[in-house]
């Protein structure tokens, strides 16, 4: 069964302090894992797309990695306006449905 | 930049109510999706869409209905609104075709029902 597993939940960081959020995940062949970022209220707003093993993507202070079995979300020097929720999702070769994870939701402290 | 608009951004209902939530996207999307988001429950599929009078049941599709009539347009439909349906929905819309077809998403309409 295709499934996303987020970690961790929730975390708090110092304005500047970097980090990773982990983003695991199981599917039968992998049509693409997206990152998104969600603001209190509002929809998710997509940031990245990875599509194989090895690939990596970055915009701004976020970096995207993608391994055979999980992802990871590497935020540099993170500041206040980075605080939301990060959703990862994947999709497979084999339908049409996304697979969500439940979150992480990241708080930066000035 | 695609845009995915929901019709009402906040509704508030009342226990048998008949209730309807409007999606349009501008990028002439095959796909369309209805999702609901729950604290800790995350995004759960409700229904989704992938052509013009085509629909799917999505993960909980009970006490919904949906209408794709135009290929732009999608509508959640909720028959009897409860209690129990107050959440926040999601549309979004993704090409077919394409090497991923990434979702996008409409801001969301906070449905509360009294």
């Known amino acids: 069964e295709d499934q996303v597993t987020q970690s961790p939940e929730a975390l708090r960081l110092q304005e500047g302090e970097s980090s990773s959020l982990n983003c695991s995940y199981t599917v039968s062949g992998l049509r693409g894992l997206f990152w998104y970022r969600q603001d209190p209220g509002k929809g998710p707003e997509f940031l990245f797309t990875?599509?194989?093993a090895g690939e990596e993507k970055e915009k701004e202070r976020l970096k995207a990695t993608l391994t055979k079995k999980e992802s990871f979300l590497h935020i540099t020097a993170p500041k206040p306006e980075d605080s939301a929720t990060y959703l990862c999702?994947?999709?497979?070769?084999?339908?049409?449905?996304?697979?969500f994870g439940t979150g992480t939701s990241l708080t930066v402290i000035p | 930049d695609v845009k995915v608009t929901q019709s009402s951004r906040y509704l508030v209902k009342r226990t048998g109510e008949k209730v309807f939530l409007e999606c349009v996207q501008d990028m002439d999307h095959e796909n369309m999706f209805w999702y609901r988001q729950d604290p800790g429950l995350g995004l759960r599929l409700i229904y989704f869409s992938y052509d013009v009078k085509m629909k799917e049941k999505g993960d909980i599709p009970e006490g919904y209905s949906v209408s794709r009539e135009k290929k732009e347009r999608f509508s959640l439909i909720l028959e009897s609104a409860s209690t129990n349906q107050t959440s926040m929905y999601l549309c979004?819309?993704?090409?077919?075709?394409?090497?991923?077809?990434?979702?996008?998403f409409g801001e969301g309409s906070r449905l509360t029902v009294l």
């Open positions: 990875l599509y194989s």
């Open positions: 979004a819309s993704s090409l077919w075709a394409g090497v991923a077809g990434e979702l996008f």
């Open positions: 999702a994947v999709r497979s070769n084999t339908g049409n449905q996304f697979y």
